[in-house]
């Protein structure tokens, strides 16, 4: 199967996830007690760092050089792809703890709305074809 598509079918998958989490982030029961703001913004800033790390992983895994023969372009390509979609997603995911936790629904909904526009916009980059030079960082 070509990588690029399996990819495809991974983002597919996450984004239905994250459509599939919208009752439990809109539900309106009462919380038990109140979220200080301290921590609101402690779980905005986690959230936003993952997002970003995702990219700065992806990234040094196609700069890396193969160490074994385990390694290759088209594996570390692989795994950039699958950290990169998967530290979008969970900004999905801290925006439901913080709906759990009962934060703001504004805090709530900006997260999960740039998790989920993370995931509709990230494209794989150009799948490598071999050497270690053809490697595209996106």
């Not at 007690?33 to 402690?42: C, G, P, W, Y």
């Not at 986690?46 to 594996?75: C, D, H, K, M, Y």
Request: with cysteine; aromatic share 4%.
């Amino acid at each position: 199967m070509n990588p690029a598509l399996q990819i495809r079918i991974i983002q597919f998958v996450l984004i239905a996830s994250a459509l599939s989490l919208i009752p439990l982030i809109r539900m309106q029961s009462q919380p038990t007690h109140s979220v200080s703001a301290t921590l609101q913004l402690i779980i905005v800033l986690v959230a936003a760092s993952s997002a970003e790390s995702g990219f700065i992983v992806q990234r040094s895994l196609l700069r890396a050089r193969g160490r074994s023969n385990a390694s290759t372009p088209l594996t570390r390509w692989r795994a950039g792809q699958i950290i990169r979609l998967a530290t979008a997603f969970s900004v999905i995911l801290y925006a439901l703890v913080l709906r759990i936790l009962g934060g703001s629904s504004k805090l709530v909904g900006l997260l999960y709305v740039s998790g989920l526009v993370l995931l509709l916009i990230l494209r794989p980059v150009a799948v490598p074809t071999g050497t270690e030079s053809q490697c595209s960082v996106g």
